[in-house]
């Protein structure tokens, strides 16, 4: 089993070199000093944001799993991201509370991510039927989509557009100067993760079994609550809302290498994520290197059916 598991994690890897190659060199529609500057200013920073955002919506997507004991959560579905596009909302339309103000993009990002995440998984504990939790993660995201627009129709025609395009999801949208903010926001939620397998794997079988094992359980969920705040507020704040990687990935990753060792997941869900956002950037840009495709629509074209069919096997 585990070797099988390191082979998956070989075939990924492999795979997520040969995409960022193509992703980097093949597809390059400049020569000379024109290309350097697309080379490092365009194609670089997209790269990292895809795979990057990938890597950090599995990996939350993978956490949110384990803390609820369900997998069917995800930052997306269960309003996590509503949560950060919220506060985010919030500073583009000058409708933030004072103390809002003074912070950067990312910082209420993870604000708001903190605080659904919170408040999500304090209703799971009342709520054990997997379909009611979605709903009530759907509702929240549909009570936050009605504050923001709400606030649109105070707000200039300027804010409107600027909140418009960043809502949409783009890879596009991270400066070679935010990149590498990105990448470490992601590394870190990646490393401290690590650290906590022992916990994460204790879990799987119920906190009674965990505190048994001496983990502090109660200071370890806060702690991942905080990893997925981190990951998918961040992440929210560089490239907009973006769907369905954090609920697909981790799933693919059990079913793949049929395990519950949260090593092996958590690698395996950062590849995976890479990759598969690099090849949705890869799709647009063979589609058309100039057409703008949100990333968010394909996401969601193959994200929502891939949930549908979960929904159904869990029946």
Not at 118 to 126: A, E
Not at 223 to 235: D, E, M, N, Q, W
Request: aromatic fraction near 10%; glycine fraction near 8%; charge should be positive.
């Amino acid at each position: 089993m585990k070797q099988r598991s390191i082979q998956f994690l070989l075939q990924t890897g492999t795979l997520l070199l040969l995409l960022s190659w193509v992703h980097l060199f093949v597809l390059q529609q400049h020569n000379g000093e024109m290309q350097n500057i697309v080379f490092w200013e365009f194609q670089v920073p997209r790269l990292v944001s895809a795979v990057f955002a990938g890597a950090g919506l599995s990996l939350s997507g993978l956490l949110m799993q384990n803390l609820f004991q369900n997998p069917m959560a995800g930052p997306y579905v269960l309003g996590v991201n509503s949560g950060a596009s919220l506060f985010i909302s919030l500073l583009i339309l000058g409708a933030a509370p004072t103390f809002l103000i003074e912070l950067s993009y990312v910082s209420a990002a993870m604000i708001g991510a903190f605080l659904a995440a919170g408040f999500m998984f304090l209703v799971s504990k009342r709520v054990q039927n997997i379909q009611s939790l979605l709903v009530i993660g759907l509702m929240f995201a549909s009570f936050t989509g009605a504050i923001e627009s709400v606030l649109q129709s105070f707000a200039a025609p300027e804010q409107v557009k600027q909140l418009f395009i960043w809502n949409m999801g783009s890879l596009q949208q991270m400066s070679a100067a935010q990149a590498p903010w990105m990448a470490s926001f992601v590394v870190f939620g990646i490393v401290t993760t690590l650290f906590l397998v022992k916990g994460l794997n204790a879990m799987v079988l119920g906190d009674t079994h965990a505190l048994q094992l001496g983990i502090k359980v109660k200071q370890l969920k806060m702690f991942v609550l905080f990893i997925t705040a981190l990951l998918a507020g961040s992440i929210t704040a560089f490239c907009g809302p973006i769907a369905f990687v954090g609920l697909a990935i981790p799933n693919l990753a059990r079913a793949l290498l049929k395990t519950q060792d949260h090593l092996l997941l958590i690698l395996f869900s950062v590849l995976a994520g890479s990759c598969f956002l690099l090849a949705i950037d890869l799709l647009v840009l063979l589609l058309d290197p100039w057409l703008s495709i949100p990333v968010n629509v394909l996401t969601a074209v193959i994200g929502a059916p891939y949930v549908a069919y979960l929904m159904l096997r869990q029946r």
